[in-house]
């Protein structure tokens, strides 16, 4: 159902925990904790040298991939797939539909007075901002594209970081064995030393598979699908700024939204 073009629903954002997420870490740790302790003692489970060797090594081959700086914001990209803010496309389309109708009854000067409600969407903020600039859409539609690709590109090196970590998790696992096996075979002779570098042997590994298969390649895949669903929303805005930009009619911009629309999401405003 249209709008009457005079009151903007403000879409609310809110950042809340990932459920999936702190389910599946808390399901797939807790599993193997029950194994431990249904199988034997959970301190052997316990090496100091092969977690330095492990998380250490991992750490350290990652960042020579990388910088300091890639590496420090990827700390902070992670945060994201704990605490995530929703973002509904078909909600953002309903939105951006408003704002274009309202722009088309009363002139695109009329948006000032929603400016300060999209705030809280900084990206449809600056469309909005350039549109009652008077910036012309074609112009609007590029700067907000390279905004995208920019943030796109951010949001896959954090990817890349964790994928690359998943890499190199199982391969210092590797190496930790061979030292293990190094030192075992060196003192064969003293059979007290046996067990401690058999226990470095095999936990390397674990420790390795571990973290690549439940931490690192689990946490980039949920850095992409948060980033596909950020930039569908974008996207959206970006269409809907560039068509108010060009002042076209709200019904042709509901049907360019419904085409890159998933069919569930897709809106049916002026029905």
């Not at 879409?11 to 459920?19: A, G, L, V």
């Not at 539909?97 to 600056?126: C, M, T, Y």
């Not at 390649?217 to 980033?227: D, F, G, T, V």
């Amino acid at each position: 159902m249209a709008n009457d073009g005079g009151n903007i629903k403000v879409r609310k954002t809110r950042s809340s925990m990932d459920i999936a997420t702190i389910i599946g870490l808390l399901s797939g740790f807790g599993l193997i904790a029950a194994a431990i302790f249904l199988g034997g003692d959970p301190a052997s489970f316990v090496n100091p040298p092969s977690i330095l060797i492990v998380i250490g090594g991992t750490l350290a081959i990652t960042t020579m991939c990388f910088t300091i700086t890639d590496m420090a914001r990827t700390f902070k990209v992670i945060g994201k797939t704990f605490f995530y803010t929703s973002r509904d496309p078909s909600d953002a389309a309903t939105q951006v539909l408003q704002i274009a109708e309202l722009a088309r009854r009363q002139g695109v000067l009329s948006l000032q007075n929603v400016l300060d409600s999209l705030r809280a969407e900084p990206f449809l903020h600056k469309g909005m901002l350039m549109v009652v600039d008077g910036t012309p859409g074609e112009e609007v539609e590029a700067i907000m594209r390279r905004d995208l690709n920019a943030t796109m590109l951010r949001h896959h090196k954090g990817a890349n970081i964790l994928r690359k970590a998943a890499e190199f998790a199982p391969a210092m696992g590797l190496i930790g064995t061979l030292i293990g096996l190094v030192q075992m075979l060196g003192n064969l002779d003293d059979p007290s030393t046996i067990g401690p570098a058999m226990a470095v042997a095999l936990l390397t590994t674990f420790y390795g598979a571990v973290l690549a298969n439940m931490v690192f390649s689990p946490m980039a895949s949920k850095l992409e699908r948060n980033s596909t669903e950020e930039a569908m929303v974008n996207t959206v805005y970006m269409m809907g700024a560039a068509s108010i930009g060009r002042q076209e009619n709200p019904r042709r911009l509901e049907m360019l939204l419904n085409s890159i629309l998933p069919p569930a999401k897709r809106v049916q405003y002026f029905d």
